[in-house]
């Protein structure tokens, strides 16, 4: 069966400064994973996904993710925060092999970014 | 044009009551979803139509009947409410049934008293 594990239900950045939003998975199967955005009030949105092919997958609003296998973790970073990237972040996993698009979410990571 | 759209937004509503939300997406897809979001915010799929086939019912309560008149729409209907009903309810819908990505509706905050 597969999880998410998300350290972290809450970072906090400065304006700037670097974010890293922490996720590990466990699969029993080749992961396909997600990364999903939450602004207050709102629906998910997807910012990337990594299926197969390059490990470094980049997304929207400069936001970009490693598959490490090894390490089973697809960790989230930007190199430099924004005030509009406070939001919730949660990553998810999914079933490879096109099968039932089924996704697992993590218990999500709410990001603060101070002036 | 709104992709996904849910109504009501917001449904207060007492205890043993049977209420309705819908969803409807106006992207062509063929694949619909149900989350339930906790107070926590913890994320969880409840049900999944494909072509108004039903695909996913994770051990959801049988209180809890999802409906697919057409492709465009996947009504979630809950009787008997009970407290820890409350929670926001996502629809969301993906072009197939697979690992397209998932686009998600605004939500239904759903108050049982």
């Known amino acids: 069966a597969q999880s998410v594990t998300q350290l972290g239900s809450h970072v906090s950045v400065s304006e700037g400064a670097l974010v890293l939003l922490r996720c590990n998975y466990s699969?029993?199967?080749?992961?396909?994973l997600f990364w999903y955005v939450q602004y207050p009030n709102q629906g998910l949105q997807l910012l990337l996904k990594?299926?197969?092919?390059?490990?470094l997958v980049k997304g929207i609003n400069g936001f970009e993710a490693e598959f490490k296998k090894s390490e089973t973790s697809f960790h989230l970073t930007k190199p430099s925060a924004h005030m509009s990237d406070a939001a919730e972040y949660f990553c998810?996993?999914?079933?490879?092999?096109?099968?039932?698009?089924?996704?697992?979410f993590g218990k999500g990571t709410k990001l603060s970014v101070k002036p | 044009d709104t992709a996904v759209s849910q109504t009501p937004k917001y449904l207060v509503t007492q205890m043993g009551n049977d209420k309705s939300i819908k969803c409807e997406q106006n992207?062509?897809?063929?694949?619909m979803y149900w989350y339930k979001q906790d107070s926590k915010k913890f994320l969880k799929i409840m049900f999944s139509?494909?072509?108004?086939?039903?695909?996913i019912n994770e051990t959801v309560p049988n209180r809890f009947s999802p409906k697919s008149p057409d492709k465009a729409h996947l009504n979630l209907h809950i009787n008997s409410l009970e407290l820890g009903d409350s929670a926001v309810y996502f629809c969301?819908?993906?072009?197939?049934?697979?690992?397209?990505?998932?686009?998600f509706g605004p939500g239904t905050r759903l108050t049982v008293l």
């Open positions: 998810a996993v999914s079933k490879g092999g096109g099968s039932q698009g089924n996704l697992i």
């Open positions: 969301a819908s993906s072009l197939r049934l697979s690992l397209d990505t998932q686009y």
């Open positions: 990594y299926t197969t092919g390059a490990t």
């Open positions: 139509y494909n072509n108004k086939e039903l695909i």
């Open positions: 992207l062509g897809h063929d694949t």
């Open positions: 699969s029993s199967v080749p992961p396909y």
